[in-house]
C-alpha cells in the first residue's frame, strides 16, 4: 500500500466528518422552531468550530493530492450526501425525484471535474 492511497482518502474522512457537524449546526434547530434565535445562533457557532477544526485540514491535505476545484466538488457531493440522509432521517423528510435529478447533475459535475482531459 502506497503512502497515496491514505493522503487521497483522508479529506474525504474528513470532509465527510465535517459536513455532519456543519449540517447539524445549519439545519439541526429545524427541529426546534420555537427556540430564541440568538441562542440558536450561539450553539450553531460552537457547533460550526467543529466543522472547521475538521475542513481546514481536510483542505490542506487534500490539497496535496486534488485541485482547488476537484476539492470543492467533493465537498458539494459529500454535503448533498451528508444532507440527504440527515434530512430524511432526523428532520423526518422525504426525498422527491427532482431532488435525485439534482444529485445526478451534481454526479455530473464531478465527472468533469475529475476528468483528465487532454
Keep these: 500500500m502506497t503512502s497515496l492511497i491514505p493522503i487521497a482518502l483522508a479529506p474525504i474522512l474528513l470532509l465527510l ?3 455532519v457537524f456543519m449540517t447539524f449546526a445549519w439545519y439541526g434547530q429545524l427541529k426546534f422552531p420555537g427556540a430564541v434565535l440568538w ?3 450561539l450553539i450553531s457557532w460552537g457547533i460550526a468550530f467543529f466543522e472547521y477544526c475538521l475542513a481546514v485540514p481536510a483542505n490542506r491535505i487534500g490539497h496535496q493530492v486534488y485541485s482547488a476545484a476537484q476539492l470543492k466538488t ?3 457531493i459529500i454535503t448533498l450526501l451528508v ?11 422525504s426525498l422527491k ?7 445526478l447533475f451534481l454526479c455530473g459535475a464531478a465527472f468533469f471535474s475529475f476528468h483528465k482531459w487532454s
Design 39 to 41: 441562542q440558536v445562533v
Design 83 to 93: 444532507f440527504a440522509v440527515f434530512s430524511v432521517t432526523y428532520l423526518g423528510e
Design 74 to 76: 467533493m465537498q458539494e
Design 17 to 19: 466528518a465535517s459536513n
Design 97 to 103: 425525484w427532482n431532488h435525485m435529478v439534482a444529485f
